[in-house]
């Protein structure tokens, strides 16, 4: 996942549908945390622009997010899974793709899981980021959204 992502990053093409596709299949098969880091890693590399991001906010890339971190046992691999999904919503079409109570159902599980404050922060960081969603429910809006949050000593 790592290597692909450097592939696609350095790529003329860019991130393109295929590499998406990729991921997807690997985040589907990953088995182990050491995988499921490494390969929310590559989706939050590979969108680093604005036009990456396009490519990877898709309803595919998010039920691989949302899968992954509900198997996620160590806080690498939910630090990095709250990484892509934050950096996803930072796109209109992101943030339409990932503001959906599954997403936020697994931040939630992260973030009541999570062993260090670093991981609840960078879960806390992905809620911000899908609070404000104009034309959705505000799926935010909610009581166990607010512990987790208050966990971290940030207002909710």
Do not use: Q, Y
């Amino acid at each position: 996942a790592t290597e692909l992502a450097r592939h696609a990053a350095t790529e003329p093409s860019g991130t393109t549908p295929a590499v998406r596709d990729v991921l997807v299949g690997m985040g589907l098969a990953s088995a182990s945390d050491g995988a499921r880091s490494s390969i929310a890693g590559a989706i939050f590399d590979v969108s680093v622009s604005k036009e990456s991001r396009l490519v990877m906010a898709t309803d595919d890339v998010r039920r691989v997010l949302v899968r992954m971190g509900r198997d996620a046992g160590r806080d690498g691999a939910r630090n990095r899974i709250a990484d892509a999904i934050w950096r996803l919503s930072r796109c209109a079409e992101g943030l339409s793709v990932m503001a959906t109570d599954d997403v936020r159902d697994v931040l939630v599980l992260m973030g009541r899981a999570a062993g260090r404050d670093s991981t609840r922060k960078r879960v806390a960081e992905a809620i911000h980021s899908l609070a404000a969603v104009e034309g959705k429910p505000r799926v935010m809006a909610r009581g166990e959204v607010r512990e987790v949050r208050c966990r971290l000593g940030g207002a909710a």
